[in-house]
């Protein structure tokens, strides 16, 4: 989870599509795993991990692409997008919230994505992924990193998101009381509004597993109805990834990806999880169980 992390859609233009990267990057201070993480497949995880370790810091530039010719093709009807692209959040702060849903709501038809990830958490990767292109270039976020955060912290929302980005389940993480072994003590500061607690402790919300205080620091409305709330999984991955961007890391060095996940979870076993489920996500093929060590 984070040190850490709404509904309508205002239209707007949509903020063209960078390339994707196969890095990863993510912290927190929230307790990570609130899904089981299975799989087989790559079995190169362990060296990437090894070497993003030791690896130096470098600033090597994007390769570019050769324009495509134009070419005049035959006049036909437009082909059906998988994912309705969403629109760059409105110029101001949003209002930070958490916005109660009402019964009846079901899971979104839309096709899975890789590995069977929901559709909607696709989409609101991807659509992270070009507000940042946008708002943050040097960063170079790949979506993929996004999704590999969301698929340790919470399993994507627990697997159901209808239409609008919200899990059919509210998702919450353990109370940080030190009851828990491995997780962080966290009294409260406020925020019993986000986390639903009144107590003297806090707890994560949201699919991507933000704590109120961190949330409340860097809140972003990834859907552009002008709310930021931490259940909504298309302003949770924006948030995730500003949070990972921040004090000018570039997502494309391992050594500055592996520093983000860090402030996301101090673990390296919580590294090389993301890490496998960023490089699936990109690639297609489940993770190897030997990549997925026990958080």
Not at 169 to 184: F, H, K, Q, T
Request: with cysteine.
């Amino acid at each position: 989870m984070e040190g850490h992390h709404t509904v309508g859609r205002h239209r707007k233009p949509p903020v063209p599509k960078v390339r994707r990267g196969s890095v990863i990057a993510l912290t927190g201070l929230v307790p990570a795993g609130l899904a089981a993480v299975t799989g087989a497949g790559d079995g190169n995880i362990a060296d990437k991990l090894a070497a993003t370790v030791q690896h130096q810091l470098s600033n090597d530039s994007e390769e570019q692409l050769p324009k495509p010719e134009a070419a005049v093709l035959p006049a036909a009807a437009p082909e059906p997008l998988l994912h309705e692209a969403k629109q760059v959040a409105p110029v101001g702060p949003p209002e930070v919230k958490s916005v109660a849903q009402p019964d009846g709501r079901v899971p979104s038809a839309r096709p899975a994505g890789p590995l069977g990830m929901p559709g909607v958490a696709q989409d609101a990767y991807e659509n992270a992924e070009r507000i940042l292109a946008v708002e943050n270039p040097t960063c170079n976020m790949p979506w993929n990193l996004l999704a590999g955060i969301g698929r340790v912290e919470s399993g994507h929302g627990y697997g159901k998101i209808d239409d609008d980005g919200y899990p059919l389940e509210p998702v919450y993480g353990p109370i940080l009381d030190g009851r828990l072994a491995g997780n962080n003590v966290v009294a409260t500061s406020g925020g019993g509004d986000l986390d639903g607690l009144s107590g003297s402790y806090r707890r994560a919300v949201g699919p991507m597993q933000f704590l109120p205080e961190t949330w409340r620091k860097y809140a972003a409305d990834g859907n552009g109805d002008g709310v930021a709330d931490p259940q909504n999984i298309y302003d949770a991955a924006l948030t995730a990834g500003k949070y990972l961007c921040s004090g000018g890391l570039d997502m494309r060095d391992p050594g500055q990806q592996t520093r983000a996940i860090l402030r996301y979870n101090n673990s390296m076993a919580y590294v090389a999880n993301v890490m496998a489920w960023e490089t699936a996500y990109g690639s297609g093929i489940s993770p190897a169980a030997a990549a997925l060590p026990r958080i």
